[in-house]
């Protein structure tokens, strides 16, 4: 099996820091990255790296890193974002800007970063981590569900463009399931933020199964890799019962709006 060069964004905790044990099990190559280095990590470790997603210049020096220390990339996973969302008439624009800034645009500056570089080795994996919410779309989180849609399509469009340098696009729309994503959720709605760490600290999934689903669906090469079951069941009932996953939506929907 040969060892890949992988960078991973948001891989201080999380499905980060799981997409990036679960890649160095497999016997590759991993730099970590996020907008802070643990403050355990000593300052010469060459596995870890800070990098603010939404800065160029730090995406120009991740790219110099990994060229001076691999001469390339093979796998660039882009999965740090945060969370938010919130009713239509609740959430401000000045949440709407930063969610895109973060989890669109972030993600945007890492490809126009390192394609130049899997077009010039005619070869490379983009791991693009969005969410059910890209396929998704329950009431009360207009603005997650959008900004994680746009990545669904950014992802596509990607593999569409690239195909032809022997470079794959994969996105992973996982469900709920425990992380410490809330950590990072703002906006004024806060019934929504209840519901929602409510949803996470009640899954039943863990990092580390999201994780070792990534991989497998890396490795059977799958486009669009949805991990867990109910993100699964999930979408096939949008997909072959219409009418009952929108009763499912607005019957959410409605209770949210009971909280207040």
């Not at 820091?17 to 300052?43: K, M, N």
């Not at 991740?62 to 882009?78: F, S």
């Not at 570089?117 to 490379?124: A, E, P, S, Y």
């Not at 463009?161 to 994503?181: D, K, Q, S």
Request: with cysteine; glycine share 12%.
């Amino acid at each position: 099996m040969t060892s890949r060069r992988v960078l991973v964004t948001g891989a201080a905790s999380g499905l980060g820091a799981a997409l990036a044990a679960a890649f160095e099990a497999r016997g590759d190559r991993v730099l970590r990255t996020d907008v802070a280095v643990p403050h355990d990590i000593a300052p010469d470790d060459d596995g870890w790296l800070p990098l603010d997603i939404t800065s160029e210049s730090a995406w120009t020096t991740a790219r110099a890193h990994v060229e001076q220390t691999w001469g390339g990339l093979d796998v660039l996973v882009n999965n740090a974002g945060v969370a938010g969302g919130g009713r239509l008439d609740v959430a401000g624009l000045d949440e709407w800007r930063w969610i895109f800034e973060i989890n669109l645009f972030g993600m945007v500056a890492g490809l126009r970063t390192f394609v130049p570089v899997f077009k010039h080795q005619r070869g490379g994996q983009i791991v693009n981590v969005a969410s059910l919410a890209g396929l998704v779309h329950p009431g009360g989180m207009a603005s997650y569900n959008a900004v994680k849609s746009a990545v669904v399509a950014l992802t596509e469009t990607a593999g569409h463009e690239l195909a032809g340098y022997g470079i794959t696009a994969h996105v992973v729309c996982p469900g709920f399931f425990r992380t410490n994503l809330m950590n990072s959720i703002r906006g004024a709605d806060s019934a929504l933020a209840g519901v929602m760490e409510h949803l996470v600290t009640g899954s039943p999934i863990a990092a580390d199964d999201v994780a070792g689903a990534v991989l497998a669906g890396l490795e059977a090469g799958e486009e669009l890799i949805v991990p867990d079951e109910p993100a699964q069941q999930a979408v096939a009932l949008k997909r072959d019962d219409r009418a009952a996953y929108d009763a499912v939506m607005r019957a959410q929907a409605a209770r949210l709006d009971s909280l207040g």
